[in-house]
Each structure stands twice: as C-alpha cells, then as structure tokens.
C-alpha cells in the first residue's frame, strides 16, 4: 500500500452535532491519499456512537482517551500519523473540496515545509460571513526571511506597535495564527520535537506554529479560500476570552510560553525575539487592569498581581519607552512600574462600578 500523502487530525470534545458534516467535507475531497485520526478526548456526548459509521474504512483509525484537553488531544494524534504532511482539523468546522489537492499539488512543487490558506468566517447567531486571505504580498518566506519578517507577525506587538493609535489597523496587520489554515510536514515536526505544549489553551496554536517556524526553510502562502470557520458564542475560544479569571490564565501561559520560544531563537539562531512581542506583554497588563475590574475586587487584584510579578513581564515594563506611547498607556505603565499597581486598579475597578466604560 502507498504510503499516506496526508495526515487529518481531528480532536474531538463535544462536537457530536458538527462531526457529520466535517467528515462529510473530508471524504468529498477531490484527493484520495490521505488517513484520518479521530482522538475522542474523553467525549461524554454520543460522539463514539456516531464515529463507528465509519470504523470500517482502512484509513481511518478512533482513538480514545480521557479528557486531556485540546492540545495534548492534537499530541495524540500526531504521535500515529504516517502522512508526509500533517493537517490539523477542527471538527465543529468544515473543509473545502480542493483542499487537500490544493496544498499537496503546491507543497510538491515547491518543496516547502508548510503552505497557508484563507479561510471563510461564519457567525453562527447572525449569519454574517467573510474571506480571510494573508495580507502578503509575497506568496512565500524562506530561510532567515521566516524568522525575521515571518514570524513576528504571529508571535504578538512589539513596541513600536503598539505606539500607534489605531489599534484597530494594528490588529489587521498581524496574520491569524490557526493551525487549521496550514498544512505542515511532518518530519519537521518528528525530528524537532513540535508538539503543542501541554495544559495550555488559546495561545496553542500561536505558540506551535513560532515553535515551527524556527526550524522551517520555505513556507508558501497562498490566498484561496479553503477553510470554514464556524464562529459560536458559546464556543471554547470566545467564552474563556470573556471569562476574566480564563483571560487571566491565557496571559499568563502566553507570557511563559513565548519565553520559553525567546531561548529556543537564541540557542537555533543566536537571536533575541523580545522585541517582536515586548508591547504584548504591556498590552496584557493593561487588558487585565480593566477586564478584572468586572470582578470581585480582591480576585481582581490578585489575578492582575499574578501576572505582573511574571520575571518576562516585569522585564518589559523596566525597559519600557515612554516616547511616542499615548497619554493613557503612560500613566498606566508609570503606575505599573512605581509600585502604584494598587492605585491603577482601585481606580479603574471604582469607575467600572460607577458603570463608565473603559477603553
């Protein structure tokens, strides 16, 4: 038997209601080589149940565990991947006909280690849909251009950034980091030991993919419209995001996480990535300052105190510029590194119960 072109991973965690019409979308797939790994992370919906329509396929393989959570769910099922490219799916998402011949035919010619695709935006609750495609120009990055111009797209704001008073043209400039846009060769992944980190969520994706492309030599970019992502209030991202005590979490594992990545460019390429993501660490603090303002005021203050005393955070508010940041940002970080962290968040915590909104 030929060997597997493409690995599909599939995590899946109360998706019962979706994963119909996401194997649906793989076995219409106009490319036939290709294996799917279904990892059922301790499911307890009807989710086994419905799997077994398809236990008799030869490329498919169920897998089963206790629930470990997204990220080590993805681990599993890399670990039994044969392909020689491997795509992680979101299961409560769906994919288009082309896609696998799309990324195959052009991971081909061009050798490259990793190919990125567009993508359609659904909100579920309106209605409402949009086309994602790279703000590239260049339809591909090779060798130190991945690292140097690449990468920091992906990792978070630097400094300079964040100096910059539209926020909103800032935001639209960084690429969007989900592992269901690329398509990745495994043995890169094998042979560095790519995985994504274990217990951490919503910063896992970002995080794996800075992780790949410290060992990439060529990833291609192309702006077709291969995925479907299907937007739902209630779903893992958007609900931890309006949680304060999971924002919480999700800076700090996002702080730890690219210090960790900051070692790894320095023993591979001799190089500090610190200023790629320094105004993220700043950023954070402020977001946190308001958004735990909405709690109770001791869970509040601890939770932005947590974050604070983080040695990469700390560092970043000591080697802060002030020059060119808005007045309010000054007066934040000013309060942030006199030890008047206390006073900032009495303040912002008083207006928010006086019910003023805090931008």
């Known amino acids: 038997m030929e060997p597997y072109k493409i690995s599909i991973i599939l995590p899946c965690y109360k998706v019962a209601q979706y994963i119909e019409r996401c194997i649906n979308s793989i076995l219409t797939q106009d490319f036939p080589n290709y294996e799917v790994i279904i990892i059922n992370d301790g499911s307890p919906d009807n989710l086994l149940q419905i799997c077994k329509q398809w236990e008799g396929l030869s490329n498919f393989t169920i897998l089963s565990f206790p629930n470990q959570g997204l990220s080590q769910a993805r681990n599993e099922g890399l670990a039994v991947a044969q392909g020689e490219y491997v795509y992680f799916l979101d299961p409560d998402d769906f994919i288009e006909p082309q896609l696998l011949s799309t990324c195959y035919q052009v991971l081909s010619d061009t050798h490259a280690d990793a190919i990125k695709f567009g993508f359609k935006s659904t909100e579920i609750e309106s209605g409402i849909s949009w086309n994602t495609v790279s703000k590239e120009n260049k339809g591909y990055y090779s060798n130190k251009d991945i690292i140097t111009e690449y990468m920091p797209k992906f990792i978070g704001f630097s400094l300079l950034d964040i100096k910059q008073e539209n926020f909103k043209t800032l935001w ?39 992780h790949f492309f410290c060992y990439a030599r060529h990833i291609e970019i192309i702006n077709k419209v291969l ?14 995001l309006r949680n304060p005590r999971g924002l919480i979490r999700n800076k700090i594992d996002g702080s ?4 960790k990545l900051r070692k790894l460019y320095q023993k591979e390429h001799g190089i500090d990535i610190f200023n790629t993501y320094h105004g993220s660490l700043i950023l954070s603090g402020m977001e946190l300052c308001v958004k735990l303002s909405s709690i109770k005021y001791s869970d509040g203050i601890k939770g932005l105190h947590q974050y604070l005393s983080l040695p990469m955070v700390q560092y970043a508010f000591k080697n802060l510029d002030y020059q060119g940041l808005s007045f309010k940002l000054k007066i934040a970080s000013f309060c942030i590194t006199h030890h008047l962290t206390g006073l900032l968040f009495t303040g912002t915590w008083l207006l928010t119960k006086m019910g003023l909104k805090i931008k």
């Open 172 to 210: 639209e400039r960084k690429e969007f980091a989900g592992v269901c846009m690329f398509m990745y060769r495994r043995e890169i992944l094998i042979r560095n030991k790519i995985y994504f980190p274990k217990g951490v969520s919503l910063v896992e994706d970002k995080i794996f993919n800075v």
């Open 227 to 240: 995925y479907n992502y299907q937007i739902r209030t209630n779903g893992l991202m958007t609900g931890s």
């Open 256 to 259: 730890v996480e690219r210090e």
